[in-house]
């Protein structure tokens, strides 16, 4: 019975069936080899990086098929963790490895794509035209602290943003929230005395939208209530976000600090894995 979920073109019952097969041991090979192939970006990502860490790799044309494949803006973990599997089994070529910088879903990953495949990379100045038009220089202008209400299960709490540190995180968290992108999405992350994290329209982790945005080097620290953009590397960013449960210096300068909760963290200590968010809206 669980097998024929993986046959449904839904991706969080077939990773609910993965998990449950993984589980009481009853998931084949071939049964990950054929997700891969699913056609579903969260799907593949997670079973090359959860059950291909411990079986036999796919062989390196179809891993190189999947990188070509999932190349939109938003995909590109599941690039990252290909060129890095690929390396650490030195399968690749020079050749090869020109294909992926050719294929690779953003220049803003570039660096990340050098630092696994191990090769020099040059940096470059970001080039604004790669962003969305609403996050272009002439439209981040503000003329206060933006106050945002996030409704969830749990109740209510209240954020104040920081334009002046982080105008581009700012403007695109409060582009998502009026557009309903944030309604009913779940915190599919928590860690007790870490973070809260969502804001990942597939629920998994493996997502923030269909564009990135540059990193901010807010002077803000990371302490209890901070709001801060999860990435996978520097400018990676998107729409998934994270409050801090207590202060954690270690993010300092790594990830970009865009506000913080001014009242219901009580609320924000309740969140659990699956929560939902049910609204965001800005009242101020």
Not at 21 to 45: E, T
Request: hydrophobic share 40%.
């Amino acid at each position: 019975m669980l097998h024929q979920f993986l046959q449904i073109d839904d991706p969080i019952l077939i990773q609910g069936a993965y998990y449950s097969l993984k589980q009481i041991h009853r998931l084949r090979n071939s049964d990950a080899l054929n997700l891969l192939n699913s056609g579903h970006y969260s799907v593949a990502a997670l079973v090359l990086s959860d059950w291909f860490t411990d079986h036999q790799l796919p062989d390196k044309n179809t891993l190189l098929h999947l990188f070509k494949r999932f190349r939109k803006p938003g995909q590109f973990e599941l690039q990252l963790e290909i060129a890095s599997l690929l390396e650490k089994q030195n399968l690749l070529t020079s050749a090869d490895k020109d294909t992926l910088f050719k294929y690779l879903a953003h220049p803003f990953v570039a660096r990340q794509l050098a630092e696994k495949l191990k090769v020099p990379f040059k940096p470059k100045p970001v080039d604004l035209k790669l962003l969305p038009d609403f996050l272009h220089p002439d439209s981040l202008h503000f003329n206060s602290h933006p106050i945002v209400q996030v409704k969830t299960n749990k109740g209510l709490f209240v954020m104040e943003l920081f334009p002046e540190y982080a105008p581009l995180t700012v403007k695109n968290f409060l582009h998502l929230s009026k557009a309903g992108f944030y309604n009913k999405l779940f915190f599919h992350r928590v860690i007790p005395d870490f973070v809260v994290q969502g804001g990942d329209p597939t629920g998994t982790g493996w997502s923030g939208g269909n564009y990135l945005i540059p990193s901010e080097h807010s002077p803000l620290s990371f302490v209890r209530g901070t709001v801060g953009i999860a990435t996978s590397g520097f400018d990676t960013g998107g729409s998934q976000f994270f409050i801090c449960h207590s202060q954690h210096p270690h993010l300092d300068g790594n990830y970009t600090a865009f506000g913080k909760v001014i009242k219901g963290m009580a609320v924000v200590d309740k969140i659990e894995q699956g929560d939902i968010i049910l609204n965001i809206k800005r009242i101020q």
